[in-house]
């Protein structure tokens, strides 16, 4: 199969942030500079049935940045999996690159250009996934009960799907778009807390299925030079047994997705 097409240093990318109730605590500022600093970055806000006015806010930034920020209003509260799933939709039917991120800012928008720059630079790569990874020269703060019901979850998955990852959960992911990608976004996910372990999973069948590559040479994690927890999060401690239970699920559910995908295709499966 042929190589996916090169990122450009001008190619466009449309960056989903999944919101709900989201009104008080988003940083429009934060929008603000990203925009302003990265002439190639586009958003698709999507409004997640919130109850509160995170629909005005997000109705502002557009208007805002007219032409650069789009707006996905969803009717009803589907959860964050289905919303990032009908962003990335949205958005990979008008750019080459996407991508999603947590709309706390935990990782700062301004990592958004290095995970891209890895695009750019490594031809085989299609997506990037920033992970936290607590080193010298990083700046990364995590509150220790989190991180360690982190590190938990990640080698359980690592062990029960064979994949080394390091970090599955971090809300800072870029993507190149591609038949793999598409495909993948083709169905709901079955998982509400863990998409993107789902993600993983559906990459792996189907590039295994393919025969011609890998996950590991598709997906990179790459470490991110600043995260910080903030304050307000929907997640909560007794949420790490029910992601257990979307793990087994996952797991049994991966065979289904030992397809291939349409021959005509020009590109690679990655």
Not at 5 to 10: E, Q, S, T
Not at 88 to 114: H, I, K
Not at 120 to 138: D, F, N, P, Q, Y
Not at 258 to 270: I, K, N, V
């Amino acid at each position: 199969m042929n190589a996916a097409a090169p990122v450009g240093a001008n190619d466009r990318l449309m960056l989903v942030i999944p919101c709900y109730n989201e009104a008080m605590r988003l940083d429009c500022g934060a929008l603000d500079a990203a925009l302003r600093g990265m002439a190639w970055l586009d958003l698709c806000l999507v409004d997640d049935g919130s109850t509160d006015a995170t629909a005005d806010v997000l109705r502002s930034v557009e208007r805002t940045w007219l032409g650069r920020v789009s707006v996905l209003t969803l009717p009803n509260n589907c959860g964050k999996a289905e919303a990032v799933r009908q962003g990335l939709l949205f958005a990979s039917a008008q750019r080459n690159l996407c991508g999603f991120w947590d709309a706390d800012f935990s990782a700062p928008l301004s990592e958004v250009a290095a995970l891209r720059g890895t695009l750019e630079a490594a031809a085989t790569v299609e997506w990037v996934w920033g992970i936290r990874l607590r080193s010298l020269g990083r700046r990364v703060e995590r509150r220790a009960s989190r991180h360690y019901l982190g590190r938990a979850f990640a080698t359980v998955t690592s062990i029960m799907l064979g994949l080394p990852s390091y970090d599955t959960q971090c809300g800072a992911k870029l993507f190149r778009v591609s038949p793999l990608l598409l495909e993948i976004l083709s169905e709901p996910f079955t998982s509400r807390w863990i998409f993107d372990v789902e993600m993983l999973a559906r990459a792996d069948a189907l590039l295994g299925h393919a025969g011609d590559t890998s996950v590991e040479e598709v997906v990179r994690e790459q470490p991110l030079a600043v995260w910080q927890h903030r304050a307000g999060s929907k997640v909560r401690p007794m949420d790490f047994f029910w992601a257990l239970r979307e793990l087994v699920r996952v797991r049994r559910e991966r065979g289904r997705w030992t397809r291939t995908l349409p021959s005509s295709s020009t590109q690679r499966l990655g």
